[in-house]
């Protein structure tokens, strides 16, 4: 009797449990017309088969598990989330007043309900690089995080990953104050653990004369110590071991963790010449190889420097550079991805905002632009996921990846199509019928409250001007 | 092809490159791209100096270097041959504005150790480079902050038009720039394509300009006492580390009688039934080095006459607050910029060697302070009265430096003696900056800044044919 209850109370709780979209066993099965991979051929009726939110198998003819929940779309086109590789959104603020802020990190800063993670999931980007703003000379740590979860910690794929790094001029200062601001932070550090060491040789010698004028021996227990300072810097501090690592102040240690090449910094430059002054600092404190530049303005004019340092650089969202000849006053533009895909510099491109310009409507341009379909779509997928060193989980969709699966109702950097569902490691995390902001943006507040059927037109996939039209209006709304 | 040359050799060199740093200098990488053209030019006369002509001469150009000069050289194989009828050095602007950007110039936050080389925009100004050179200036001084009390370390660069950074570069720390006369908030006003507009601000009161050379004499004090303070420390610390070392070493020799000692009062407080106390050892306090400030660093050099220090003043109440300020401070190398009613001062100016830049422009594009500064007769009125004369393009308008020639023309025409309008716009000016081991004449082993002329040097009729820049031929009469 007691066996015959505990069973069925199991099998009343495993449909309970497989009723709920999100909430399932873990498993869940997507099968669709046409899986984009971007690690290697597109697969037509494909299957992905995510189990404990990595995919498993994934392929025409695989297997699948009896219980999985699943997805069948074979009108829809699987796509792996976008990557944004790096962003300034989603934050309570941006920039804090303080120049010099290593110690800080965004996960104090970032709002898991900001609308922002929502609008992001409507554009299908499933991994954001969170930085600190440009308003600051060394800024907070950064970190990787997935638009969904209800704690930061939740949404976190990576966390410190890096520091943020202004080279560039800010509001009423010269790139000339920036160039020294962030002289004297590297070399403020450097005096800070020069100091430290000496303290410490000062300290032992100084308890060893006091024992011997005691006449007593020295105390064992004062040989706690750490370890040589690592990296490649040019510089070193000798003797750096005897100062156990727990001393070195909160407010410098994420600066000598970035010298140490523990962390990775992220540039901001508005100019050729930030971009010049940013690449010496690296090379000057060892973390070139650690280093993205973030390009703004005219950048792309340091194109060779940036190619011989092999940095990799995030584009900004002003694809097109105009400026105007000084002598004919012609206007000259410069298609700015094409000129690192011209000199194979790995890019990756960054949205304006959430919606209008994201990062669909960049790759989109770059292929308007003369940039081939792949890398155009390297570039808001693989390309920032091996950026943000993680290239194994995200960017691709085969297995042992991430579960992060976009569901589109065509090809998924046309005008013509929406996202319909995203799954994030293995969550169903986003259902376009179930969006109602975005109903509401698509046919404005009287319509919203007409009769449902309007609905069901604006999804549809044949309709590509009204898609195109949601877009564009999204993008009024949003700014 | 020698650009291909070089952009090689730069990359070969540039992990050869010693890498030294300290925590007021940052390394700066890319080696200069060295020329590897030989040049040969054949003149009727070769003005080596001012003063100093020899006919029939020719001069042989190689890596950037002149190699020799002499009558009866010989055309080495493989030269470019050119030929003309005078051969001199390129002009030097040691005032101008060109290669920094307009937000650099107008930038009011520099502090004495903000590099203007920093704020070097290589990647702009091409045509007005390329006209300047047509016009024989071949290198200027620039400065970030022209219209800030202190504007930072100055540079000079020579003009060109090329990307990379050490071509252009040819000293990092020119000079220390202030300025006094104007309104805090007084700036060089540009349009929006960066055309220069004229200078902004109002003219400071008496009382005000006063005041503000109070403020920069004693901020030159401030930092001759820091480099007092650190002279100091020095000492300090090595009196104490005598006597430490003495110390120990009696510590060391009576160890033996220390412990003995301890033991035997040890054994007594058991004894007696007390606590036993250890003897209170004491020694001479380590001295505290002088808290390091990197803008004092900068100028205690100032102050100490390693770097020269030029002050833009026009007004007879602030040259003689500053003669009358700097006096105490010996060791200072000032040059005054500007000096509109610097005659009052010629025989003091005199004494002292106080070089002057004046700016001979026409009427019309005067600051609110400059006065007579207009009057073109200031350069000759000076150098009669026995100071050293510099001629300058005013250091606002990036477009000014390729009319100096012009303006020193205009000097002459006002009773400046042509030999010392062109002293000034060569030697002289090299001098002044400390760059007369590189530039300002024509002698082997210098750098290859050559103009190649069809006459006499700064007169009106005279063409220049061909301009040679650091070892490259940058202008022929064809382009």
Known sequence: ?479 | MHMLVGCLASALLAPALPVSISPSTTTEKHAEAVPSETIFIRAEHVILRPGQVIDDAQVIVRGGKILAVGAGLSLPAGATEISGKYVCAGFIDPWGALGISPDELSDSSPTPATRSADGVDIYGFDHLRRDTLRAGVTTARVQVGTGSRIGGLGTLLRLTPTANTADVILSRECNLWMTVGLTSGSQPLFDSQGQFMGMGGRAADPFERVETVDRLVSTLQAGQNYLVQKNEYKHELEAWKKAIAEKETELEKDAKKAKKDREKAEKEATEKGKKFEEKKYKEDKKPNPPRYDDDNEVVARVANGEIPLIVHANRVSEIRALLQGLESLGRLRLILAGGAEATYFAKQLAERRIPVIVWPAPLGRARADEFEANDLSLAARLKQAGVQVLLGSGGMDPAASRDLPLMAGLAVGAGLDREAAFEALTIGAARALDMQDRIGTVEAGKDADLLVLDGEPLVSTTRIRNVIAGGRVVVTPEN
């Not at chain 1, 390009?295 to 011989?308: H, P, R, S, V």
């Open chain 1, 1 to 479: 009797m007691w066996n015959r209850t505990i069973q069925l109370t199991a099998l009343l709780t495993l449909c309970a449990l497989t009723g709920s979209a999100t909430a399932g066993n873990g498993k869940i099965v997507i099968k669709c017309g046409r899986v984009i991979t971007q690690a290697g051929p597109d697969i037509e009726n494909g299957v992905i088969v995510i189990e404990e939110g990595r995919i498993v198998s994934i392929g025409k003819d695989v297997k699948t598990a009896w219980d999985a929940e699943v997805l069948d779309h074979p009108e829809l086109v699987a796509f792996p989330g976008f990557v944004e590789a790096h962003s300034i959104r989603g934050m309570d603020r941006p920039n804090e007043n303080i120049e010099i802020a290593p110690f800080l990190d965004v996960r104090d800063s970032i709002d898991p309900i900001n609308f922002y993670f929502e609008d992001v999931l409507r554009q299908g980007i499933t991994t954001i690089n969170v930085q600190q703003g440009p308003m600051c000379v060394i800024g907070g740590q950064g970190r990787v995080v997935k638009p969904v979860g209800l704690t930061v910690d939740e949404m976190t794929v990576r966390s410190s990953i890096g520091l943020k790094i202004v080279a560039g001029a800010r509001p009423g200062r010269s790139r000339a104050t920036q160039a020294q601001a962030l002289r004297k932070a590297f070399g403020d550090l450097q005096m800070y653990l020069e100091k430290l060491v000496q303290d410490k040789k000062d300290g032992k010698d100084y308890a060893r004369r006091e024992a011997l004028f005691q006449g007593r021996d020295m105390d064992k227990d004062e040989n706690k110590t750490g370890r040589e300072m690592e990296g490649v810097a040019p510089w070193k501090v000798a003797d750096f071991k005897i100062v156990p690592r727990g001393e070195v102040d909160d407010k410098q240690e994420p600066l000598l963790r970035l010298v140490e090449g523990k962390l990775m910094a992220f540039v901001y430059c508005d100019s050729g010449v930030a971009v010049n002054n940013a690449l010496a600092m690296a090379r000057a404190h060892g973390f070139l190889a650690n280093t993205v530049l973030v390009l703004d303005g005219d950048a792309w004019k340091a194109a060779d420097a940036i190619a011989e340092a092999g940095v990799p650089v995030v584009l900004g969202p002003a694809q097109m550079y105009v400026e105007r000849d000084p002598i004919t006053g012609k206007e000259i533009e410069t298609f700015v991805p094409r000129v690192f895909f011209d000199k194979k510099i790995r890019f990756a491109l960054q949205s304006l905002n959430s919606t209008a310009q994201s990062l669909w409507f960049q790759a989109a341009q770059c292929i308007g632009q003369g940039i081939d379909r792949k890398a155009a779509l390297d570039a808001v997928t693989r390309t920032p996921a091996e950026i943000l060193r993680l290239g194994k989980r995200v960017g691709a969709l085969e297995a042992g990846k991430d579960g992060n699966v976009v569901l589109f109702n065509g090809d998924p950097i046309s005008v013509k199509s929406t996202v319909q569902y995203v799954v994030i490691e293995g969550n169903l995390v986003y259902d376009r019928s179930k969006d109602s902001r975005a109903r509401q943006l698509l046919q404005g507040i009287e319509q919203a409250n007409a009769a449902p059927e309007a609905v069901e037109e604006a999804v549809d996939p044949h309709s590509g001007k009204k898609a195109a039209e949601e877009k564009k209006s999204g993008s009024e709304k949003k700014d």
